[in-house]
Structures are given as structure tokens and as C-alpha cells.
């Protein structure tokens, strides 16, 4: 019982995030009562629930195979996209005087999280019980913790790097765009290590048989 209190009184501030989300985040970045550890837990949370959904969706919402299904390799995706963005976030808003840090970033966005936490578990168990003509009531569902997020990401870029509501607009544009530039990189150098692997190879083997 002590424990369940405890993590629940842990928990206190990103719930409070969810109604006072201004608020929230200053309270995260000025005055420390945000932690690395809970950012973490808010993280596992959402991964796990992504992987109950595509587990045990319900027919009509879910094509994926069960018996193919890889679950980590869909944790990789969603945690190489986060790290992405707050690489991305952190390296734009670095030269535009953004007063953020990589771990409150970091934290901001696991913290904003949480409407997921709390939708999609939901949205998993009511699309067990939908028809086909019904499925507008799941993707409602999904729809709003999906909103919800981009909003509290939107009110914590705000709020860590102390820009102003447009500032923070313009900021999250180029954050993609370093986002593309960063993905290009890495795809160029996959690409060009593969190259020099297989030349590598065939020199090797091209040796061994002479």
C-alpha cells in the first residue's frame, strides 16, 4: 500500500500537467520537482501501452498479426523518435537562444506523454467491443490523447525555453526540419559504411581465393 501511495504521489505532477500545463512545466524546470526517474516511468508507460494495443486490438482497427507481431522493434521506433526530437529541439533552439537543456526536453516531452497513458489503453479495450460502423469512436479517442500531446509538447517548449507563443511555432518548424537533416545523415553513413563493408568483403574474399 505504501508503495501505490508513493508512486502516486510521484505521479502528482504530470497529472497536474494535464489541467495546468503552463504551470506544470514551470514547476518542472524552475523550481525541480520533476525527476529523471518518473520521465522514464511516463516513457515505459506509453510503451507499454502501445504494446498492449498491438497485441490485443480488436480486429477492426488492428491489421497486424499477433503471431508476427515485434514489439520491441516498435519501441526502437518510438524511442529513436523521441531522442530524435529532443536532438533535434535541443541543437535548433541552442542557437536561438532557447534557455532549455537536453534533459529538461527530455523530461518535458516524456512528462507530456501522459494523455497517452490514459487513452490508449482505453481506446485498446473499447475497440474490442466495436463494428466496423463504429470504429469513429476509437479513432475519437485516439485523436484526442494524440491533440492533447502535441499541445502539452507545444506549452512545454514554451515554457523551458521561455519563448514566446510564436517564437515556439517557428522553433518546432525547424526542429523538424533538423529532424529530416539528421535522418539523412545517419541513412547517408548506414549507406556508405554498407558500401565499404561489401567492398571490404570482396577484396577479402577476392585474396582468399587467389
Not at 524546470?29 to 511516463?42: D, E, H, I, M, P
Not at 499477433?66 to 529532443?86: D, E, H
Not at 512545454?156 to 515556439?168: D, F, I, P, R
Not at 537533416?181 to 549507406?191: G, M
Amino acid at each position: 500500500m505504501s508503495f501505490a501511495i508513493k508512486a502516486l504521489r510521484a505521479y502528482k505532477l504530470p497529472m497536474y500537467i494535464l489541467t495546468h500545463p503552463f504551470d506544470g512545466f514551470y514547476d518542472m524546470k524552475y523550481l525541480k520537482q520533476g525527476t529523471l526517474r518518473l520521465a522514464f516511468f511516463n516513457l515505459l508507460a506509453v510503451l507499454v501501452s502501445y504494446a498492449i494495443h498491438d497485441q490485443y486490438a480488436g480486429l477492426v482497427v488492428n491489421p497486424q498479426n499477433p503471431l508476427t507481431l515485434n514489439s520491441l522493434l516498435n519501441w526502437v521506433m518510438i524511442v529513436g523518435a523521441l531522442i530524435l526530437f529532443c536532438v533535434s529541439n535541443w541543437s535548433v533552439t541552442a542557437l536561438t537562444d532557447g534557455e532549455g537543456k537536453l534533459k529538461e526536453i527530455f523530461m518535458m516531452v516524456c512528462y507530456a506523454m501522459t494523455p497517452l497513458v490514459l487513452t490508449i489503453v482505453p481506446a485498446t479495450i473499447l475497440s474490442r467491443f466495436l463494428s466496423i460502423e463504429e470504429i469513429g469512436f476509437y479513432n475519437m479517442l485516439m485523436w484526442i490523447g494524440m491533440a492533447y500531446f502535441v499541445i502539452l509538447v507545444y506549452a512545454g517548449l514554451v515554457v523551458v525555453h521561455n519563448y514566446t507563443a510564436s517564437k515556439a511555432l517557428v522553433t518546432i518548424f525547424l526542429t523538424f526540419v533538423a529532424l529530416l537533416v539528421i535522418v539523412f545523415l545517419i541513412t547517408l553513413l548506414l549507406t556508405l559504411w554498407q558500401q565499404l563493408y561489401v567492398f571490404a568483403s570482396s577484396i577479402y574474399t577476392e585474396l582468399m581465393f587467389r
